[in-house]
């Protein structure tokens, strides 16, 4: 254990031992405690443990504090050797300094010299050629405008060699120094009118030139930046102006006293589209400047340096659309509200200025060197965006409000006033023809209108059984319910007109007037359905010298068919429109006409000439509906079924126009007694099968298929060995089914 672990292990010195030890503030404690003569003696008693500590520690360590002793000997000789060689190397260098410092001092002198000599070579090179280029200068100052250009390089290189150094004080170069800076404002100035009269007159040969001078003055950068801040601002400033109105106001009175050139009035309000014209040939115009200047800066190079003008210049047209569309934006946001009615009252026109303008923008870059040039990607529609709302809505109310005029409460509008709407449409439509986008928005506004009036018209036709009563002129509830359906002949028929985009509102329409309609034929044609259903009370097995002119039921149908003409049909005025419908009740009723005659048994040839004259006489009857039209396919059937009447069983298989299904029940009609008819066998009334086969077309050769299966059936039970002529005919006529 060494002296300093018993010092810590000594609470009485371990207070000496620490490193925050205060001897003033010991001291005081001591002093506070009254225990001084404690401490002092505390204090020679550890002095005493110290002195006898390093006793010991000299007495354990005296060969080293020897050796010590004897390397410091040793070590002072060596320093007095070095400090010796020090000195011999301090006197040799001082002996080469001395040698070196006279060529170094001649050398210095002559490298002053040179350098002098060179800045004096300089300098004469630099006064010689400012001498040539001032004459040079004065030369192309002399020759106007012609000269500018290359008086612009020339300014460039005065400009570079002045800059190189000082030459102030050199008689023959300060005295042409005022006259260089009077020439180089004479050059900015014609520079100056040069581009203003190159842009305004589209000449891209003076722009480039006066493009060059500001080139080589190193300006061309904020000229371009100056010139396009100057035409922002004049579009701003002339944009407030036109949408201000202050400059539509007149103060002429018409009759009476009344201001007749009000803000808001007619007057005002073309004064207000003029000017807003005026403003968009103004940017159209600035826009071309814009153009040639743009063009200029990317085409043309420098005449001197080979760059292109654009490396020390801006893009421009990116920078003017931008300015454009920002000053509208801003301006718009700050308009009167005489103009904003204007604006939304006449949004398709205020559209129709500005994208006509962007429009323009966008043509002009379809050039030579602007192919990659991008504008900013801004829609023009944003900034009017309100006004495109408040013109669609009050558009659908100027389309509403006439509808709900001409129909209050239950009362039919008519002809005349559902057309006064149907004007309405179309020039609603009309006002936006001009914008693709505008007008897919109002003819959504012209369909609502549209289904508003077939939904009007729905509510007001009747399906009650006081429409079914045709015994008589229509009553109150059918006329209504005619009226109604021409209504809306009417509206389909005026559809193209107002566009032909609204083919699926013309079919919702289409579909309204069908169903209103048939709450007229469908009694019609149960009557006359139930007629034709008489024909087989009639025998038309005698023989030919008994055919008469016409059955009777033909005499019932034409009542009929006239009844429904003239009393009922003549409401609607549209032929056109109700034609489709007309046939195909007519085709219906033909068809199952044609039905009943196949399956008419017994049938002998004075039956076949009474059926070919019914025949002629209901195709004359049914051709009163279509005002004598015999090009329908049930017609064709029904006359081809006629000629097929004295066609040889064998030749029946040929027969075209003529439904195959049809044929098979003419032939049961020939064959005898034993082959029966298919209603026959399902033991059903004729007027039963005719009316299952009018609604079931593509089952007609299953029932037949039935009946023949029957026959054969019948047969093999029978024991016959032969069959009815006309079995193979059927099976043959089948097989082609």
Same mark, same amino acid.
């Given at each position: /254990?060494?002296?300093?672990?018993?010092?810590?292990?000594?609470?009485?010195?371990?207070?000496?031992?620490?490193?925050?030890? !205060?001897?003033?503030?010991?001291?005081? !404690?001591?002093?506070?405690?009254?225990?001084?003569?404690?401490?002092?003696?505390?204090?020679?008693?550890?002095?005493?443990?110290?002195?006898?500590?390093?006793?010991?520690?000299?007495?354990?360590?005296?060969?080293?504090?020897?050796?010590?002793?004897?390397? /410091?000997?040793?070590?002072?000789?060596?320093?007095?050797?070095?400090?010796?060689?020090?000195?011999?190397?301090?006197?040799?260098?001082?002996?080469?300094?001395?040698?070196?410092?006279?060529?170094?001092?001649?050398?210095?002198?002559?490298?002053?010299?040179?350098?002098?000599?060179?800045?004096?070579?300089?300098?004469?090179?630099?006064?010689?050629?400012?001498?040539?280029?001032?004459?040079?200068?004065?030369?192309? @100052?002399?020759?106007?405008?012609?000269?500018?250009?290359?008086?612009?390089?020339?300014?460039?290189?005065?400009?570079?060699?002045?800059?190189?150094?000082?030459?102030?004080?050199?008689?023959?170069? %300060?005295?042409?120094?005022?006259?260089?800076?009077?020439?180089?404002?004479?050059?900015?100035?014609?520079?100056?009118?040069?581009?203003?009269?190159?842009?305004? *007159?589209? !000449?891209?040969?003076?722009?480039?030139?006066?493009?060059?001078?500001?080139?080589?003055?190193?300006?061309?950068?904020?000229?371009?930046?100056?010139?396009?801040?100057?035409?922002?601002?004049?579009?701003?400033? *002339?944009?407030?102006?036109?949408? +201000?109105?202050? %400059?539509?106001?007149?103060?002429?009175?018409?009759?009476?006293?009344?201001?007749?050139?009000?803000?808001?009035?007619?007057?005002?309000?073309?004064?207000?589209?003029?000017?807003?014209?005026?403003?968009?040939?103004?940017?159209?115009?600035?826009?071309?400047?814009?153009?040639?200047?743009?063009?200029?800066?990317?085409?043309?190079?420098?005449?001197?340096?080979?760059?292109?003008?654009?490396?020390?210049?801006?893009?421009?047209?990116?920078?003017? #659309?931008?300015?454009?569309?920002?000053?509208?934006?801003?301006?718009?946001?700050?308009?009167?509200?005489?103009?904003?009615?204007?604006?939304?009252?006449?949004?398709?026109?205020?559209?129709?200025?500005?994208?006509?303008?962007?429009?323009?923008?966008?043509?002009?870059?379809?050039?030579?060197? @602007?192919?990659?040039?991008?504008?900013?990607?801004?829609?023009?529609?944003?900034?009017?965006?309100?006004?495109?709302?408040?013109?669609?809505?009050?558009?659908?109310?100027?389309?509403? %409000?006439?509808?709900?005029?001409?129909?209050?409460?239950?009362?039919?509008?008519?002809? +005349?006033?559902?057309?006064?709407?149907?004007?309405?449409?179309?020039?609603?439509?009309?006002?936006?023809?001009?914008?693709?986008?505008?007008?897919?928005?109002?003819?959504?506004?012209?369909?609502?209108?549209?289904?508003?009036?077939?939904?009007?018209?729905?509510?007001? #036709?009747?399906?009650?059984?006081?429409?079914?009563?045709?015994?008589?002129?229509?009553?109150?509830?059918?006329?209504?319910?005619?009226?109604?359906?021409?209504?809306?002949?009417?509206?389909?028929?005026?559809?193209?007109?107002? +566009?032909?985009?609204?083919?699926?509102?013309?079919?919702?329409?289409?579909?309204?007037?069908?169903?209103?309609?048939?709450?007229?034929?469908?009694?019609?044609?149960?009557?006359?359905?139930?007629?034709?259903?008489?024909?087989?009370?009639?025998?038309?097995?005698?023989?030919?010298?008994? #055919?008469?002119?016409?059955?009777?039921?033909? !005499?019932?149908?034409?009542?009929?068919?006239?009844?429904? +003409?003239?009393?009922?049909?003549?409401?609607?005025?549209?032929? *056109?429109?109700?034609?489709?419908?007309?046939?195909?009740?007519?085709?219906?009723?033909?068809? @199952?006409?044609?039905?009943?005659?196949?399956?008419?048994?017994? @049938?002998?040839?004075?039956?076949?000439?009474?059926?070919?004259?019914?025949?002629?006489?209901?195709?004359?009857?049914?051709?009163?509906?279509?005002?004598?039209?015999?090009?329908?396919?049930?017609?064709?059937?029904?006359?081809?079924?006629?000629?097929?009447?004295?066609?040889?069983?064998?030749?029946?298989?040929?027969?075209?126009?003529?439904?195959?299904?049809?044929?098979?029940?003419?032939?049961?009609?020939?064959?005898?007694?034993?082959?029966?008819?298919?209603?026959? #066998?399902?033991?059903?009334?004729?007027?039963?099968?005719?009316?299952?086969?009018?609604?079931?077309?593509?089952?007609?050769?299953? /029932?037949?298929?039935?009946?023949?299966?029957?026959?054969?059936? /019948?047969?093999?039970?029978?024991?016959?060995?032969?069959?009815?002529?006309?079995?193979?005919?059927?099976?043959?006529?089948?097989?082609?089914?």
């Amino acid at each position: /254990m060494n002296a300093i672990q018993k010092f810590e292990e000594d609470p009485l010195l371990l207070e000496f031992l620490k490193e925050d030890y !205060n001897p003033e503030v010991y001291s005081s !404690n001591v002093i506070a405690a009254q225990k001084v003569s404690a401490s002092l003696q505390i204090l020679r008693d550890g002095i005493d443990k110290i002195d006898a500590a390093l006793e010991d520690h000299v007495s354990e360590h005296y060969e080293d504090l020897i050796n010590q002793a004897t390397g /410091m000997d040793i070590l002072e000789e060596s320093l007095v050797l070095v400090k010796g060689r020090v000195e011999l190397i301090q006197r040799s260098m001082t002996n080469i300094k001395r040698r070196l410092s006279e060529p170094y001092l001649q050398m210095q002198t002559r490298t002053k010299q040179l350098s002098r000599l060179q800045k004096s070579c300089d300098v004469l090179r630099r006064v010689s050629r400012i001498q040539y280029l001032t004459k040079r200068l004065r030369q192309q @100052l002399d020759g106007g405008m012609k000269e500018i250009t290359k008086a612009s390089q020339t300014f460039n290189e005065l400009d570079f060699l002045f800059g190189e150094g000082d030459l102030k004080g050199i008689t023959c170069i %300060d005295k042409d120094l005022q006259w260089i800076e009077e020439g180089r404002k004479k050059v900015e100035k014609q520079a100056a009118q040069l581009l203003q009269q190159g842009l305004s *007159s589209l !000449n891209q040969n003076q722009a480039t030139s006066a493009l060059q001078v500001y080139y080589s003055f190193d300006k061309l950068k904020p000229v371009v930046r100056n010139f396009l801040d100057e035409n922002i601002s004049d579009v701003r400033s *002339s944009l407030k102006l036109a949408l +201000s109105g202050n %400059d539509h106001v007149s103060h002429g009175l018409g009759p009476g006293g009344v201001n007749l050139g009000g803000a808001g009035s007619a007057a005002w309000r073309a004064a207000f589209w003029t000017s807003l014209d005026k403003w968009c040939h103004h940017v159209t115009s600035l826009y071309d400047q814009v153009h040639v200047l743009h063009r200029t800066l990317t085409r043309k190079r420098d005449t001197s340096a080979r760059s292109l003008l654009e490396e020390a210049g801006v893009l421009p047209l990116p920078v003017f #659309v931008q300015g454009v569309y920002d000053a509208l934006e801003e301006q718009l946001n700050l308009i009167s509200s005489p103009t904003k009615i204007t604006l939304d009252m006449d949004y398709p026109k205020a559209l129709k200025y500005l994208s006509t303008l962007w429009e323009h923008f966008e043509s002009r870059l379809k050039v030579e060197g @602007l192919e990659d040039v991008r504008l900013p990607n801004v829609n023009v529609r944003t900034v009017l965006l309100s006004h495109q709302h408040t013109y669609l809505a009050r558009s659908l109310n100027k389309l509403l %409000d006439p509808i709900s005029i001409i129909f209050p409460d239950r009362t039919v509008p008519s002809a +005349s006033e559902v057309e006064g709407v149907i004007r309405v449409l179309i020039s609603e439509t009309s006002a936006t023809r001009a914008d693709h986008q505008l007008k897919q928005l109002s003819l959504k506004n012209a369909a609502k209108a549209l289904r508003e009036i077939v939904n009007r018209c729905e509510g007001l #036709v009747l399906h009650s059984n006081a429409v079914a009563s045709i015994t008589s002129s229509p009553n109150e509830y059918q006329i209504r319910n005619l009226q109604v359906a021409n209504i809306l002949c009417i509206v389909h028929s005026k559809i193209p007109d107002i +566009s032909e985009e609204l083919g699926y509102i013309s079919n919702e329409v289409w579909l309204a007037f069908s169903e209103t309609i048939e709450t007229i034929l469908v009694p019609f044609r149960s009557q006359i359905e139930h007629i034709l259903s008489t024909i087989h009370d009639n025998n038309y097995g005698f023989e030919a010298q008994e #055919v008469s002119d016409c059955s009777t039921y033909i !005499n019932l149908i034409e009542e009929a068919m006239t009844h429904l +003409s003239r009393e009922y049909l003549s409401y609607l005025t549209v032929k *056109s429109v109700i034609e489709p419908k007309i046939r195909e009740f007519q085709d219906s009723l033909l068809s @199952l006409y044609l039905l009943h005659l196949s399956v008419i048994r017994p @049938l002998s040839d004075g039956g076949k000439m009474q059926l070919a004259s019914d025949i002629a006489e209901t195709e004359r009857v049914f051709l009163q509906l279509l005002e004598r039209d015999r090009s329908g396919e049930a017609f064709r059937n029904l006359r081809s079924f006629r000629a097929a009447l004295f066609l040889p069983e064998g030749d029946i298989i040929s027969v075209k126009n003529v439904p195959r299904g049809v044929l098979l029940h003419h032939l049961f009609s020939r064959a005898g007694e034993a082959l029966v008819s298919p209603h026959q #066998v399902v033991k059903w009334s004729v007027g039963q099968y005719v009316a299952w086969l009018h609604s079931h077309p593509h089952e007609v050769a299953d /029932m037949v298929r039935g009946g023949v299966q029957w026959y054969e059936d /019948m047969i093999r039970e029978s024991g016959a060995t032969t069959y009815d002529p006309i079995y193979p005919i059927i099976i043959e006529l089948l097989k082609q089914s």
